[in-house]
């Protein structure tokens, strides 16, 4: 199983970008799906998340300018970003959770990570 990110760039503050996420390999099923970011100098912390069933959760700052979704069939999740500010500068990762995968001659539920994708806002 692997998650490439994708869609991270250099925009000005007040723009928009859109960050997507592809789950690849052998799924059943993920329950869960995220966004993580990292500052500079900054622990990681959890931006977004989104079950299986479509209900979605957001960290305080960003609540009212990032979207995200998951088509299930597909195994993707996106991030609509908003109203951007240059506080949102990061690497962000997306991040399945309770993926159901086979492993070996049993089915497992493992965590993965992306790769991480910089999103640079300017003021």
């Known amino acids: 199983v692997q998650l490439q990110a994708y869609g991270g760039g250099l925009v000005q503050a007040g723009g928009s970008l859109r960050l997507s996420c592809a789950v690849s390999?052998?799924?059943?099923?993920?329950?869960?799906m995220a966004w993580y970011r990292q500052a500079p100098g900054k622990q990681r912390e959890l931006v977004a998340w989104i079950y299986s069933g479509g209900t979605a959760y957001y960290m305080d700052s960003v609540k009212g300018r990032f979207i995200i979704s998951r088509d299930n069939p597909k195994n993707t999740v996106n991030l609509q970003m908003n109203s951007l500010k240059p506080e949102d500068t990061g690497v962000y990762y997306c991040n399945a959770v309770k993926v159901r995968t086979p492993v070996g001659d049993k089915v497992r539920e493992l965590e993965f990570w992306g790769q991480g994708t910089q999103v640079t806002v300017s003021s």
């Open positions: 390999g052998i799924i059943f099923s993920i329950h869960e």
